[in-house]
Each structure stands twice: as structure tokens, then as C-alpha cells.
């Protein structure tokens, strides 16, 4: 039926117009990357090596660390081949499980902070009937529910990518594989792929958004109506690292989602350093905010670090 079509790789970008610099350009992105691994990397090893961080919240930051993990590793090796070898082919299947990979995880990390925000909202507004409310079971359920509903709900527009032909250009603007750029290169009615989004992306990462907004009034609520001003300081300043990974994570999110539905006239190195932002900033403040506003955390960075420099 379609004329030219063919299986073959597509194209992945880097910097437009800035391929002599790529290789500059390289350096604090690699920092930025070894940043990110390392900072989950030491999250995790801390909350499994210290028992007295073996609690709901700790175990909720354990999953989003893991998560940033797994969104850097999935976009880091065609980012790097790029800047590195200047290597820009990528399989169509590659390319389209890394397009997976990577809208399933983003509406995971929505709904750990969503679960984070409901662990707040219990240690704070219940606090008596906390560990009988937040078992070991129901936060199982939880983390398993959140997995299952990224990678599920993203699935109808992957598969319709996988069974699309394709005799446009192979050509993509950016340097990882995503549902939007790779659709528009099928040539099928591409309506579902258009309309599936726009409905998923409101009754997830927005629809979150509005719940974790919710819980805090009621947490808000909760702490004003604390006798003690020292109380409510100290309560308050639980929910602090929290609310600063949500407001980096929405706040992106939504500035991400308004330029690629209204940003047709911003330049394309706008819409390529936005992504960029999106995909590494999270990971690289998260476990920095934690550090700062968690003295376990802190204490346990501290023994680590003399750890191993008594152990030198």
C-alpha cells in the first residue's frame, strides 16, 4: 500500500548545529549522569545497609530512587554514543522500547510521589494507627500498583508503533526515542497514538498532582491546628524534601507538556535543553533534597565517607 517503506534505523540527534562542540558538550552531561548514579546509587545502599531506615518513607524514596536510576540508564547510552561516537542509529525495536521505557517510568515516578504524599498524609493525620495502616503488605500493593499502572497504561501506543510502517523520514530531533517524535514518521492514521496521550497524561501525572495538592491542604490543616509552634515547625519540615522533588517533577512536567502542545515557533534547541532539564534534573535533586533535609541520611553519608577514608 505505501510506497518506500522501510525497516530502517532511524537517525537520533544530539545538538543541532553544535556536532563540533558535541564531544565538550559531553563533559558536564557525563557529570550530570555520574551525579545521578551516584546519588541513587548511595540513596539505595543506605536505606538497605541502615535498619533504622527501614520504614514506609524510606522505602517510598528507595523506589523513586531506583526509578531515576532506571530513566537515567535508559536514556544514557544514546546520549553518550551520540556526544562520544557520534553513533545515531538505533534499531526501530530499540528505539521503541526505549520509548517505552521511558513514558512508562515518568508515570511511575508520578505515582510514587503520589504514594509518598499518601505516606505523609497518614504519619501526619493519623499518626497513632501509622504502621498498622501502612503494613508491609499494603506497601507491597502499593509499589507493585504504581509499576503495573506505568507500564500498562503506556502499552496500546507502543504496540501501534511496533505494527505501523514507516516511509517518512527516520530522522528524530532528539537523542532518545519518544512516543510523539516517533509517531509522526508512520505513515498510518496515527489518530489513536494523537488522542491516547491526551487523555492518559491528565488522569495520571496531572490527576496526581491535584491529589498530592489535596493531601497537603489537609496536612496543612492538620499541623496549623497544633498547639505548639515548635510542633508544627517540626512537622512541617518532614513533608519539606517531599514537596520540593514534587514541585521540580510538576513543574517541568507541565512546562514540558505546554511547549510541545504551543511551542511550535520556540526554537528546537528550546524544546531539546527542556528535555534535557526533564529527564535529569529530577534525579539529580532528589537525592540531594533528601540529603539535606534528612539527618539520618546525613549521618549515614558522614559514617560512610569516614568509613572508608579511616578504612584507606
Known amino acids: 500500500m505505501w510506497s518506500n517503506i522501510s525497516v530502517a534505523p532511524f537517525l537520533l540527534t544530539g545538538f543541532p548545529g553544535l556536532e563540533a562542540a558535541h564531544h565538550w558538550i559531553s563533559i558536564?552531561?557525563?557529570?550530570?549522569?555520574?551525579?545521578?548514579?551516584?546519588?541513587n546509587g548511595t540513596l539505595l545502599y543506605l536505606i538497605k545497609d541502615d535498619y533504622s531506615l527501614h520504614d514506609p518513607m524510606y522505602y517510598f524514596l528507595a523506589i523513586l530512587?531506583?526509578?531515576?536510576?532506571?530513566?537515567?540508564?535508559?536514556?544514557?547510552?544514546?546520549?553518550?554514543?551520540?556526544?562520544?561516537?557520534?553513533?545515531?542509529?538505533?534499531s526501530q525495536g530499540t528505539c521503541f522500547l526505549q520509548a517505552y521505557f521511558?513514558?512508562?517510568?515518568?508515570?511511575?515516578e508520578s505515582g510514587i510521589l503520589l504514594a509518598m504524599a499518601y505516606d505523609h498524609f497518614i504519619a501526619l493525620r493519623n499518626p497513632l494507627r501509622y504502621t498498622s495502616i501502612l503494613t508491609n503488605s499494603r506497601l507491597v500493593k502499593l509499589g507493585v500498583g504504581t509499576f503495573m499502572r506505568g507500564f500498562i497504561s503506556i502499552l496500546p501506543v507502543i504496540m501501534c508503533l511496533f505494527s505501523f510502517p514507516y516511509c517518512h523520514s527516520h530522522t528524530l530531533s532528539h537523542a532518545f526515542c519518544l512516543h510523539q517524535e516517533v509517531m509522526k514518521l508512520a505513515c498510518a492514521d496515527i489518530t489513536f497514538n494523537r488522542i491516547y496521550p491526551v487523555i492518559l497524561v491528565p488522569l495520571t501525572v496531572f490527576l496526581d498532582s491535584l491529589i498530592i495538592l489535596f493531601s497537603y491542604i489537609l496536612i496543612l490543616k492538620t499541623v496549623m491546628g497544633i498547639a505548639s509552634g515548635e510542633e508544627r515547625a517540626?512537622?512541617?519540615?518532614?513533608?519539606?524534601?517531599?514537596?520540593?522533588?514534587?514541585?521540580i517533577f510538576c513543574v517541568i512536567v507541565?512546562?514540558?507538556?505546554?511547549i510541545h502542545r504551543f511551542g511550535k515557533n520556540v526554537p528546537?534547541?528550546?524544546?531539546?535543553?527542556?528535555?534535557?532539564?526533564?529527564?535529569?534534573?529530577?534525579?539529580?535533586?532528589?537525592?540531594?533534597?533528601?540529603?539535606?533535609?534528612?539527618?539520618q541520611i546525613q549521618?549515614?553519608?558522614?559514617?560512610?565517607?569516614?568509613?572508608?577514608?579511616?578504612?584507606?
Open 268 to 295: 528546537q534547541v528550546v524544546h531539546i535543553i527542556i528535555s534535557y532539564v526533564y529527564f535529569l534534573l529530577p534525579p539529580l535533586m532528589n537525592p540531594i533534597i533528601y540529603s539535606i533535609k534528612t539527618k
Open 234 to 247: 517540626k512537622a512541617l519540615n518532614t513533608c519539606i524534601s517531599h514537596i520540593g522533588c514534587v514541585l
Open 299 to 312: 549521618y549515614d553519608i558522614l559514617h560512610l565517607l569516614s568509613k572508608h577514608r579511616f578504612g584507606n
Open 254 to 258: 507541565i512546562g514540558l507538556s505546554f
Open 102 to 108: 521511558i513514558h512508562s517510568l515518568s508515570i511511575v
Open 65 to 90: 530512587a531506583g526509578t531515576d536510576l532506571m530513566v537515567t540508564l535508559t536514556t544514557m547510552p544514546t546520549v553518550m554514543g551520540i556526544l562520544w561516537l557520534n553513533h545515531r542509529e538505533i
Open 28 to 39: 558536564p552531561l557525563f557529570a550530570v549522569y555520574f551525579s545521578v548514579l551516584l546519588g
